[in-house]
């Protein structure tokens, strides 16, 4: 008969009360208490003074930065528990809104992009704001745009296309780009993204995209052309190639016997392996 | 002569799937040419070459599983059936990569001769980690088909899973787990519409997943937060809400293991000494939870978590996680009060009943439930009937057909045996 083996040692889990209890001492050690936080977030919501217990810790400016950033991440995890922390939720939301003026700013930064995300009123009016006078800014413009585009509305759009037009720095022309993704009248400033050789690669590509998705047509027609353009990007044209083969009238491009031929061009030319891939497995399928 | 093989008692090419869990099959005479006898003795065999999936096979409902069956088949065209199932560690990495041989003695001294044969899939779930190129382009590939562009019926997944009406259908409570397990499945049934051979990966969070976040997988993020991916992957137009792009700053080196999350086994004691599902849920805090807020971005959030597509292999893992708990504590059984948390001090809301109907596949938009319910019913299979159109909280525990072979879901994971 088989030896029966030892039964192995269960890892231990501290008591929620424990844990919570070193989360919130602040003469305790700040790896511990983050630790010790993270491990409380399995049950904050489950009663009114643990709860009250997290959110003083994290609306304190006194505590480490260490520490309040694992209570928001504590708070954010036991969010989930949708049901469970209802109750918990206007606090908070109020909280969040406070710590979008913390002098913390990555608080500030991950505070806002959950607010955002909610499509909270107040953080949107505080971003575009801060859009409009620097001075007043929580976030970077870049963060700013980003997170109007969780709620893209006329208001953002019209900020948006400004920051186009002049933009701070490149990240955030993308990011305004981005935001305009989503407005069916940016589509020929899209097609103009996309054709201009001397724009950056990344607007060019994400160009691509948004006018794939807003005129998926319009798009497929710039994309043969980049793909018969001697002249263009390698990169362009591949991420041409992953739309047409994804998501293009397949009937059509099977039919369209230049640009087959372009695509040929492409896999013998190129010396990336996987574009040379893309461009075999798009021929085959069209029976070359 | 010649015989038919049906996988899943069926002739479709889309029921040709297997996973850990016994699949019912059948077997019957097409052509009797070639014999005089009332029946024939049948000798069935798996063949698969190198890296590819294989099954074993059993004739009843019981027993043990083996490499060979002999059956004896009527010639007058009677099904006999048995059952299939995938080999414990073998899973296929190729639509069609295991080859099942019906094979006829008809002398004693001549060699069997082959009578029939079928190609299958052993189609797992598998770590990121452990997928071959060819699978992973496969499952991109097919994730980026069902969003096209957002206006493919990944919206539905979207828009399950963002109001806070809809989000009390399956959080905070105790359906949070088979709510998740039947979103999954519905979403893994609609990329296998695409791609058959896909099954859903799972994000094992507790450890390092370099090879998911490349380029060629489920990207890169750059400072400002976006994802980037490489040309050649279809990720690149991903779009919700007429958003495109996704969002997701990790707070963490992704080339390590994440910290502040329970591993596999701490999450594994939560269910304390007696090993209660009441107990074992708090997962949904940590270390679920936990792995959401490891990054800014659309996943930090419930309202906007499954607008990256990463939400899903998260998920994969939190409800692999859960069938390895059940395994290892026989919690299969609905009617085991510890396989579930029925009655809770103040009781379940509606939908986290185990005879509850479940959001929004149930098609109910009237009070309390929320008032639209997106996508409709839950994606059928050609491999099982479980859990069907309208599950039910109870449908979703016994997933692979322990108890009921009936209840088998149509997945199973890499490193969770049958039970």
Redo the contacts between chains.
């Keep these: 008969m088989p030896k029966k083996s030892a039964k192995p040692t269960?890892?231990?889990?501290r008591a929620t009360e424990t844990s919570l209890s070193v989360a919130t001492d602040p003469k305790g050690r700040v790896a511990d208490r983050?630790?010790a936080m993270?491990?409380a977030?399995?049950?904050?919501?489950e009663d009114d003074q643990s709860f009250r217990a997290v959110i003083n810790v994290l609306r304190d400016p006194k505590e480490p930065f260490e520490v309040r950033n694992?209570a928001l991440?504590a708070l954010?995890?036991?969010?989930?528990?949708?049901?469970?922390?209802?109750p918990c939720r206007s606090d908070y939301i109020a909280t969040l809104r406070a710590l979008a003026e913390d002098r913390d700013p990555t608080l500030r930064?991950?505070a806002l992009?959950?607010l955002a995300?909610?499509?909270d009123g107040y953080a949107q009016k505080k971003l575009i704001e801060g859009l409009k006078n620097p001075d007043v800014a929580l976030v970077s413009p870049?963060?700013a745009l980003?997170f109007l585009?969780?709620d893209?509305h006329a208001e953002a759009y019209a900020i948006a296309r400004e920051f186009v037009k002049k933009p701070p720095n490149d990240?955030a022309k993308?990011?305004a780009l981005?935001l305009l993704?989503?407005d069916p009248k940016s589509a020929p400033l899209f097609e103009k993204v996309l054709r201009d050789k001397d724009e950056l690669r990344d607007n060019r590509?994400?160009a691509a995209?948004?006018l794939?998705?807003l005129n998926?047509g319009k798009f497929q027609k710039h994309a043969r052309a980049m793909l018969l353009d001697k002249s263009e990007f390698e990169?362009i044209q591949?991420?041409s190639l992953?739309?047409l083969a994804?998501?293009g009238d397949q009937e059509a491009v099977g039919k369209d016997e230049p640009l087959l031929k372009g695509i040929q061009k492409l896999g013998a030319k190129t010396r990336s392996a996987?574009?040379k891939?893309?461009a075999r497995q798009f021929l085959a399928r069209h029976g070359r | 002569m010649k015989v038919e093989l049906q996988i899943n008692n069926s002739v479709s090419a889309l029921a040709r799937f297997v996973t850990w869990a016994p699949s019912p099959c059948r077997i019957r005479v097409t052509d009797p040419s070639g014999t005089t006898a009332t029946a024939v003795t049948v000798q069935l065999s798996s063949v698969s070459t190198a890296n590819a999936g294989a099954v074993t096979f059993r004739q009843g409902t019981t027993g043990a599983f083996a490499n060979t069956l002999s059956l004896a088949v009527p010639v007058n065209g009677t099904s006999v059936p048995f059952f299939v199932a995938g080999k414990f560690g073998q899973p296929s990495t190729a639509n069609g990569d295991v080859k099942i041989e019906a094979r006829v003695k008809f002398a004693p001294s001549t060699p069997p001769t082959l009578v029939g044969s079928t190609t299958l899939m052993v189609r797992i779930r598998k770590s990121t980690e452990s997928l071959t190129t060819a699978e992973r382009d496969r499952f991109v590939n097919a994730f980026g088909k069902l969003n096209n562009q957002g206006q493919g019926r990944f919206q539905d997944f979207r828009d399950m899973h963002a109001s806070s009406a809809a989000l009390a259908q399956a959080h905070g409570a105790a359906g949070f787990l088979p709510w998740h397990r039947a979103y999954l499945l519905d979403l893994e049934r609609e990329l296998q519409a695409i791609d058959p051979s896909v099954a859903l990966p799972y994000w094992r969070f507790d450890q390092a997943a370099p090879k998911l976040f490349r380029l060629d997988f489920f990207g890169v993020s750059d400072q400002n937060g976006r994802v980037q991916f490489s040309n050649t992957n279809p990720l690149q137009f991903w779009k919700t809400d007429g958003f495109l792009g996704i969002n997701r700053s990790p707070f963490f080196s992704t080339s390590q293991a994440p910290p502040g999350l329970f591993n596999e086994n701490q999450t594994f004691t939560l269910g304390g000494p007696n090993n209660l599902y009441r107990l074992f849920r708090r997962m949904e805090g940590n270390p679920h939870g936990s792995a959401h807020v490891l990054f800014g971005g659309f996943i930090h959030d419930p309202p906007t978590a499954p607008k990256d597509p990463l939400f899903f292999l998260l998920h994969c893992n939190v409800d692999r996680l859960w069938a390895k708990w059940q395994l290892q504590n026989s919690r299969f059984d609905q009617s085991v009060a510890a396989a579930y948390d029925s009655n809770p001090p103040n009781g379940n809301q509606i939908g986290h009943n185990l005879l509850d109907t479940m959001w929004p596949w149930n098609g109910v938009t009237t009070p309390p439930r929320p008032p639209t319910a997106p996508g409709g019913t839950l994606a059928a299979s050609d491999c099982t009937s479980a859990p069907g159109p309208q599950p039910r909280v109870q449908d979703c525990l016994d997933y692979h057909g322990a108890i009921n072979p009936l209840a088998r879901m149509g997945f199973d994971y890499d490193d969770v045996r049958f039970a």
């Design positions: 269960r890892p231990q889990v983050v630790t993270a491990e977030s399995m049950t904050i919501c694992a991440q954010g995890a036991a969010a989930f528990r949708v049901i469970e922390f209802a930064r991950r992009g959950t995300r909610e499509k870049e963060k980003q585009s969780y893209p990240e993308a990011e981005r993704a989503a590509q994400l995209s948004a794939y998705s998926p990169d591949a991420t992953t739309a994804q998501f996987k574009y891939k893309n």
